[in-house]
């Protein structure tokens, strides 16, 4: 897969399968698009475009920073890549580019810069300024300008449309397996290890404090998770806590992880969370002890969980 950073660094080809959108988590919707553009371009030999748009729209044009994301730019890439797309151009978005009216997307951007021939988007993409672009004008514009269009409905999972927002809500709740259901793979957090207190290690649960890589990543509901590990090149099953640590009067929310069966020092090391289940709700205890016997209890479920 080709990136570029502007739709100026990409040269024209013969014929472009092109699909648009901000596509954060590259969920079922969105792999949907992606199979589709695929065929066509296989079909016509031809290639696979995608256009997406960073900073994510609403974190430039309403300054809404709670806005939390599934996917970095660089995550994003990685499962494009995976997906074998040809070319991923970022255009780079301003609120210069979203004043951008939409018969000017079309025909500077879609069709001089690109050179589209068959456009393919989601039942509910708009673009241009104040979002009034649609497929119905796509499709006016498509004999003029020599593309044809095509509209890929709703994908449904468990008869619920499946949006990057649902999956936002369905994390931010902690139902980590619907929302898993929805990307079609485990979500997963990715940061640097970090020193910590070690109060965990004086409880015989050693952790890895996590430092989150990217600042508008969603990090799941508070709670204990049973998640998958990789770490030093390798992957390890473990149980994640994430939250304040009530029982110790934590004053900062941490994500720290358990790795059963692991001795290694890897402090400042690259690591990565996969998300599987989500055990319980973080509980204040009335002690050291009860918070122990009830890490013991927790690892016998996530053990169970993973069967191991």
Same mark, same amino acid.
């Given at each position: 897969?080709?990136?570029?950073?502007?739709?100026?660094?990409?040269?024209?080809?013969?014929?472009? $399968?092109?699909?648009?959108?901000?596509?954060?988590?590259?969920?079922?919707?969105?792999?949907?698009?992606?199979?589709?553009?695929?065929?066509?371009?296989?079909?016509?030999?031809?290639?696979?475009?995608?256009?997406?748009?960073?900073?994510?729209?609403?974190?430039?044009?309403?300054?809404?920073?709670?806005?939390?994301?599934?996917?970095?730019?660089?995550?994003?890439?990685?499962?494009?890549?995976?997906?074998?797309?040809?070319?991923?151009?970022?255009?780079?978005?301003?609120?210069?580019?979203?004043?951008?009216?939409?018969?000017?997307?079309?025909?500077?951007?879609?069709?001089?810069?690109?050179?589209?021939?068959?456009?393919?988007?989601?039942?509910?993409?708009?673009?241009?300024?104040?979002?009034?672009?649609?497929?119905?004008?796509?499709?006016?514009?498509?004999?003029?300008?020599?593309?044809?269009?095509?509209? #890929?409905?709703?994908?449904?999972?468990?008869?619920?449309?499946?949006?990057?927002?649902?999956?936002?809500?369905?994390?931010?709740?902690?139902?980590?397996?619907?929302?898993?259901?929805?990307?079609?793979?485990?979500?997963?957090?990715?940061?640097?290890?970090?020193?910590?207190?070690?109060?965990?290690?004086?409880?015989?649960?050693?952790?890895?404090?996590?430092?989150?890589?990217?600042?508008?990543?969603? #990090?799941?509901?508070?709670?204990?998770?049973?998640?998958?590990?990789?770490?030093?090149?390798?992957?390890?099953?473990?149980?994640?806590?994430?939250?304040?640590?009530?029982?110790?009067?934590?004053?900062?929310?941490?994500?720290?992880?358990?790795?059963?069966?692991?001795?290694?020092?890897?402090?400042?090391?690259?690591?990565? $969370?996969?998300?599987?289940?989500?055990?319980?709700?973080?509980?204040?205890?009335?002690?050291?002890?009860?918070?122990?016997?009830?890490?013991?209890?927790?690892?016998?479920?996530?053990?169970?969980?993973?069967?191991?």
């Amino acid at each position: 897969m080709k990136i570029y950073n502007s739709p100026d660094e990409f040269e024209k080809i013969d014929y472009a $399968v092109v699909t648009s959108g901000t596509f954060d988590g590259v969920h079922v919707g969105h792999q949907k698009i992606l199979s589709r553009i695929k065929d066509v371009a296989q079909k016509k030999g031809g290639e696979t475009v995608l256009l997406t748009y960073w900073p994510h729209p609403r974190h430039v044009l309403y300054e809404d920073q709670s806005l939390h994301l599934l996917s970095s730019l660089e995550e994003k890439s990685v499962l494009l890549r995976k997906h074998k797309i040809d070319h991923l151009i970022i255009i780079p978005f301003t609120r210069q580019f979203a004043s951008l009216s939409s018969d000017d997307f079309i025909e500077n951007i879609l069709v001089n810069k690109i050179g589209t021939k068959k456009l393919v988007i989601g039942y509910d993409h708009k673009f241009g300024r104040n979002r009034s672009g649609s497929f119905e004008e796509l499709k006016k514009n498509g004999p003029k300008y020599g593309f044809e269009v095509e509209e #890929i409905p709703e994908q449904d999972v468990d008869h619920v449309a499946v949006s990057s927002t649902k999956i936002r809500k369905a994390l931010e709740t902690g139902n980590i397996e619907k929302a898993n259901k929805y990307l079609d793979r485990h979500y997963d957090v990715y940061g640097k290890v970090t020193n910590g207190d070690k109060i965990g290690s004086t409880l015989g649960f050693p952790t890895a404090n996590i430092e989150v890589a990217f600042e508008h990543k969603l #990090i799941p509901a508070d709670g204990i998770y049973a998640v998958e590990v990789d770490v030093l090149d390798k992957s390890w099953k473990g149980m994640l806590n994430i939250g304040y640590r009530p029982t110790v009067h934590g004053s900062y929310k941490v994500m720290e992880v358990h790795i059963f069966n692991f001795d290694h020092d890897i402090y400042d090391h690259d690591i990565k $969370v996969f998300f599987h289940k989500r055990i319980r709700d973080e509980v204040k205890f009335s002690g050291l002890p009860e918070l122990k016997a009830q890490l013991a209890k927790d690892e016998k479920t996530v053990r169970s969980y993973f069967n191991i």
